[in-house]
């Protein structure tokens, strides 16, 4: 399974961003999505996940209110909405994938950057 992920960028404070995620592959393995962000000097940390059929959704709560996880799966494409954008959200973003079953996740994206200034 490969995922790309693309929508980052620099917006300022209160802005709004929408990244995507396009999974290829084995994809008919794939239970569930989610997107990780791992900010300047920190550790990587979860965002948000969503099921196949999108029945069960979390969010870390830092982001609950503001930012909105949905998914594809005839487009095989996850994406993440982000609003009301603060600084402590500047991070590279990864998508990422779960087979079901797995206590895991198994594929990564390459991560892209969002930057939000003051």
């Known amino acids: 399974v490969q995922l790309q992920a693309c929508g980052g960028g620099l917006v300022q404070v209160g802005g709004s961003l929408r990244l995507s995620c396009v999974a290829s592959?084995?994809?008919?393995?794939?239970?569930?999505m989610g997107w990780y962000r791992q900010p300047p000097g920190k550790e990587r940390e979860v965002v948000a996940s969503i099921n196949s059929g999108g029945g069960r959704i979390n969010y870390a709560d830092s982001v609950k209110g503001r930012f909105t996880i949905s998914r594809d799966d005839a487009k095989n494409m996850v994406g993440l909405q982000m609003n009301n954008l603060k600084p402590e959200d500047t991070a590279v973003y990864y998508c990422?994938?779960?087979?079901?079953?797995?206590?895991?996740?198994?594929?990564w994206g390459q991560g892209t950057l969002v930057t939000v200034s003051s």
């Open positions: 592959g084995s994809i008919f393995s794939i239970n569930v």
């Open positions: 990422a994938a779960r087979r079901a079953f797995s206590a895991s996740y198994n594929f």
